[in-house]
């Protein structure tokens, strides 16, 4: 194994500098097709294996290989940072450690040094060790390691924690999440290993699998709707896929499946930590006609609203082209209130998966549906202040007939 300092695309352009393990060997699976990635590798091996690790410090950070479950070297561990300096591997360094895979299990291996941050910075992966001696094997094996990242213009905290807002499932934020898929009557399980540092409740539609503690193995098995899943902790979902369709596997805490959601509120849906098993092969052909609209779609929740183009500077004999645009995205109108001269045509972008209208309150002009990536236009003439509202998604009070909710205002002025 070794590190590798790289860019990320946890969501369409959306980058993030991580610092992701690498792995080559046997036992080796690439999670994301590729040997450097977040999460890494998995590494899996059979009960009662002798595992050889050599892990090359590539990086210019000191790091450590810690694998969850029991071996020797774990007896090492003291110190404020709970790593000896037998274990911990310096830049240009390498380590061999090696131990007997028990018990079988999933767990979670990660960088033990300077814990919060490392694994902030990607740095994890699922480690399987196999029962010997399992007697219904399964036909399909998917994995599904959780976290979430704070992408932000500047640093974000709540005291010492940072504020999250994109969520992911195997490093991608939906729809980059590749789907699982299955054919009927596979005998299909999902590895969940939770990486971040926030609780998740999982849900697959469709299907209520049953679902064991990562160690606990097959007879402590349970029938699951919603599967609670801690930081650190490792799942095991197992079912038959008796069902045609297209199944969302998705985290049930709901900010949790939006784009860049904050505490202002929610972002696009269905966005962030959201995948889909599909099973029967007339359903992949079906998925290949929703993804390039999704990705698309996605891509336009991506750019940053503050980079919005509202208008433009223009010279003093450019006065008939004169424009300027709002945004319509997190279910708000990005400039409640925008001033322009008369003679100037202003247009509405949807940004939104929902459609929204773009609704003058005295009646005068009304867009219809404006659909997500669609626009509508109109050129104000008259000075004045026009009011106008989205009717799925504001409401009138019925004292004083102002519109409240997803609201805004155009200032005409006389051309100077």
Not at 218 to 225: G, L
């Amino acid at each position: 194994m070794w590190v590798q300092e790289r860019s990320w695309d946890l969501h369409p352009n959306v980058e993030k500098l991580v610092w992701a393990f690498c792995a080559e060997g046997d036992g080796v699976e690439y999670v994301n097709e590729e040997p450097c990635s977040v999460p890494g590798p998995t590494i899996r091996v059979t009960k009662g294996d002798l595992v050889r690790l050599t892990f090359r410090n590539t990086h210019t950070v000191a790091h450590t290989a810690h694998f969850h479950g029991w071996h020797p070297f774990q007896a090492d561990m003291n110190g404020a940072e709970l790593v000896s300096e037998a274990m911990l591997v310096r830049p240009g360094a390498e380590a061999t450690i090696e131990w007997i895979a028990e018990p079988a299990g999933t767990f979670i291996y990660h960088c033990h040094f300077q814990t919060p941050t490392h694994m902030d910075m990607g740095m994890y992966g699922a480690f399987i060790v196999e029962g010997a001696d399992e007697a219904d094997p399964p036909d399909e094996e998917f994995i599904a390691v959780l976290d979430e990242w704070a992408v932000h213009e500047s640093p974000e905290y709540v005291g010492n924690f940072p504020v999250y807002n994109f969520f992911t499932i195997n490093g991608r934020s939906f729809p980059l999440t590749a789907p699982w898929i299955a054919e009927p009557d596979d005998h299909v399980r999902i590895h969940m290993v939770n990486a971040g540092f926030e609780f998740h409740a999982m849900h697959l539609h469709g299907y209520t699998p049953d679902s064991w503690e990562g160690v606990a193995g097959p007879r402590y098995a349970v029938p699951t709707d919603v599967r609670e899943i801690a930081p650190g902790q490792s799942v095991v979902l197992d079912f038959v896929a008796e069902r045609e369709g297209v199944w969302l596997f998705h985290d049930h805490v709901v900010p949790r499946v939006t784009a860049a959601s904050t505490g202002a509120g929610f972002g696009a849906y269905p966005r962030g930590m959201l995948t889909a098993l599909v099973v029967g092969e007339t359903y992949v052909d079906a998925l290949g006609t929703v993804a390039p609209e999704l990705l698309a779609a996605a891509a336009r929740d991506a750019v940053d609203p503050e980079a919005a183009h509202v208008g433009h500077d223009h010279d003093e004999d450019d006065e008939v082209d004169d424009a300027a645009t709002v945004r319509m995205v997190d279910f708000a109108f990005a400039t409640p209130t925008l001033t322009v001269d008369a003679g100037t045509t202003v247009t509405w972008i949807n940004y939104d998966p929902a459609y929204h209208t773009v609704t003058f309150d005295d009646g005068s002009a009304d867009s219809g549906q404006v659909l997500a990536g669609e626009s509508w236009s109109t050129t104000f003439i008259e000075p004045g202040t026009y009011n106008y509202h989205c009717i799925p998604h504001s409401v009138q009070d019925p004292d004083t007939n102002a519109w409240r909710g997803m609201v805004g205002t155009v200032l005409v002025e006389e051309r100077s």
